[in-house]
């Protein structure tokens, strides 16, 4: 095992050299951005592993084997699959499901078997941690309110009412970014771990016992006793890793040893102390697990602060999970999986933080809905688990496909990890499959709803790009005829802006159709997605001269970055062609679709994407155009 992890090691560049800051600062601001959803995770874990439709009995056995089944949850899934293995597939330093594929895209592109399957793989992996986003903040902050019932009964009839005004608040406060509210993520989470391993600490000194739960083979026993009931509870024991993906997921903002450090230094020992603490209390009086045993932990005059802390803690699990969202829907776009969105940047320093207005308020919507309809954070973690642990499952695949086809593994070492993963992936979400009928569907409902729309749009974009090639001109024939021809020429300087590098694009035909005049300077523009998250400023732009006037210019940007002209045409100038934005003239084209062509697509799937299409955030100001110096040549196209 440990000479995989060491050839994984040596597959992996080291971009150390991108995190310029001390490593103790980047560890901090790792711990208040990426552990705030596995952190709080024992305010309900424990909790739903003894209570619920498919709790068990808290009796010594069963509290022994869960709090085992826990433990080694967290070293084996998180600590050897994540810290260990998958953070070594990096992309440029950056981590995610998007990273994998792209790291594929030049090994499988030509390949008309894998590519496909994998792409709409990525795309499911992608929707699931939509619906993870949609139930971390509504499942968190509802768990740290119900804290108050800790304190009086006469506090249940304000919880509902409690969590949605600290979403709702949460959400207002996105459109400021998270630059000063993230100075104190880093010591709100050290405060919140510190506090919830001291408080377990004390309850295992008093309760040792508890821990024998270390000993794997209580967990072995607990399913000897259960049967297929200790399967079916491995549907809330997963609780206790969701958030795992994060570690992965943000790597690129902060390098693979500041999040190991904080992992095998702060999150993991407070954890474990926790939930061993937990256990200790209901090994002394099993009755508190209907209560809440993780607020039983905290002495009744500290319930207040507790949950002023455990809020505060929620909130920034929640914070994290929506600027994933928000950076996932940002790779998409750049991918091709979605339409343009409006994309505002809140930091003039810091082009990972971004707002993006339309995800933010339905992101909004759907939180509230799931804690007005739920009301209890018990029936909320019913629609828990499934988006976690099929993504845990895809990204298992992913890393497959990444060792043995790009890493050149040999088949058996490769499958041996694979199953290895697989064999905790699947067990935890067949277990949670059983949760479907008790709302697990929605997690499933709103992952397939987002999955349609990305392939569709993927699929439609593809169909016009399809119908512009064949009406494409070679740049070649039509340079010979312009020769020929020789149109007026205007002074000043136009970019046309295509689709693909090759050819003349439709939009110049068409305006050289109806004006019968060209600029002096002609640039045809072509914004290209590169395979890696970002691309360097040297790297950005290519330009070739045509003759006559006419560049072409190929300009690329990683899936994390949003295409800027300005920044274009500065690059532009430095490379001998200086232009002034405000003195360009930009063609840009906008079509007008009909699903009555001829398209192998289904009607439904076509009207769909004319949808998407017309409701796409404008090209201007997704390219940062000046707005008076932009011309929209119309086009009718039958799909």
Request: a neutral charge; charged letters at 10%; hydrophobic letters at 50%.
């Amino acid at each position: 095992m440990f000479f995989l992890a060491r050839q994984a090691s040596t597959q992996s560049k080291d971009h150390s050299h991108f995190h310029k800051a001390p490593l103790s600062h980047l560890a901090l601001a790792a711990l208040g951005v990426i552990y705030g959803d596995i952190g709080t995770s024992p305010l309900y874990t424990i909790k739903e592993c003894f209570t619920g439709k498919h709790g068990v009995t808290p009796d010594p056995n069963n509290i022994l084997g869960i709090l085992s089944l826990i433990f080694w949850s967290l070293m084996l899934v998180v600590g050897l699959k994540y810290v260990v293995f998958i953070m070594q597939a990096d992309n440029k330093g950056e981590g995610g499901i998007f990273s994998l594929l792209a790291m594929l895209h030049g090994k499988l592109k030509k390949d008309g078997k894998w590519w496909p399957f994998l792409t709409i793989l990525a795309a499911a992996g992608a929707a699931l941690l939509y619906g993870d986003g949609v139930i971390t903040p509504a499942i968190s902050v509802l768990s740290a309110i119900e804290g108050l019932n800790m304190a009086t009964d006469a506090a249940a009839e304000y919880v509902v009412p409690i969590t949605c005004l600290v979403l709702i608040g949460l959400f207002i406060v996105q459109k400021h970014g998270t630059a000063i509210i993230g100075k104190v993520f880093g010591p709100v989470m050290i405060l919140w771990f510190g506090t919830i391993g001291f408080l377990g600490l004390l309850s295992i000194l008093k309760q040792p016992a508890i821990l024998s739960a270390l000993n794997p083979w209580y967990a072995v026993n607990y399913f000897s006793i259960n049967h297929f009931h200790g399967i079916v509870s491995l549907s809330s024991v997963v609780l206790c890793i969701t958030g795992g993906e994060a570690l992965y997921a943000d790597m690129g903002h902060f390098g693979l040893a500041p999040i190991r450090l904080t992992w095998y230094c702060v999150v993991l020992p407070g954890l474990i102390l926790n939930y061993l603490g937990q256990g200790a209390l209901l090994l002394q009086n099993p009755e508190i697990v209907n209560v809440n045993p993780f607020y039983a932990l905290t002495p009744q005059s500290l319930i207040y602060p507790m949950v002023v802390l455990s809020t505060l803690a929620t909130i920034i699990a929640s914070q994290a999970m929506i600027s994933g969202v928000y950076s996932l829907t940002q790779q998409a776009i750049q991918l091709g999986f979605t339409p343009r969105m409006r994309i505002i940047h809140t930091s003039e320093q810091a082009s990972g933080q971004i707002y993006m207005p339309t995800i933010n308020w339905l992101l909004m919507i759907a939180c509230l809905i799931l804690v007005l309809v739920f009301k209890e954070s018990t029936r909320l973690a019913s629609a828990y688990g499934i988006a976690v642990t099929a993504t845990m499952a895809i990204t298992s695949f992913m890393y497959f496909q990444v060792i043995h086809i790009k890493w050149k593994w040999p088949l058996w070492q490769s499958a041996t990890l694979l199953c290895l993963f697989l064999f905790f992936d699947g067990s935890f979400l067949s277990a949670n499959l059983l949760k479907i009928v008790d709302g697990g569907w929605i997690t499933i409902c709103i992952a397939t709803i987002i999955l349609i729309t990305m392939i569709t749009w993927r699929d439609g974009r593809a169909l016009l790009a399809k119908h512009y090639e064949l009406m494409r001109l070679p740049a070649e024939v039509f340079l010979k005829d312009l020769a020929e021809y020789s149109p007026q020429r205007t002074t000043g300087t136009a970019v046309f802006m295509s689709i693909t590098p090759e050819g003349i694009p439709h939009t110049l035909l068409h305006h050289l159709k109806h004006n019968e005049a060209l600029h002096e300077r002609v640039l045809l523009l072509s914004i290209l997605s590169a395979e890696t998250p970002t691309v360097p400023p040297e790297d950005r732009v290519n330009l070739e001269g045509l003759g006559q006037g006419f560049y072409r210019i190929k300009a690329s940007y990683g899936f994390m970055e949003a295409p800027s002209m300005p920044e274009i045409l500065e690059l532009v100038g430095n490379i001998g062609v200086t232009i002034d934005i405000y003195t360009t003239s930009f063609f840009l084209g906008r079509e007008t679709l009909f699903a009555t062509g001829p398209a192998p697509m289904a009607q439904w799937r076509k009207k769909l994407f004319i949808f998407m299409s017309r409701n796409a955030w404008n090209a201007t100001s997704y390219f940062k155009l000046p707005p008076d110096r932009v011309v929209e040549l119309g086009n009718q196209v039958e799909l």
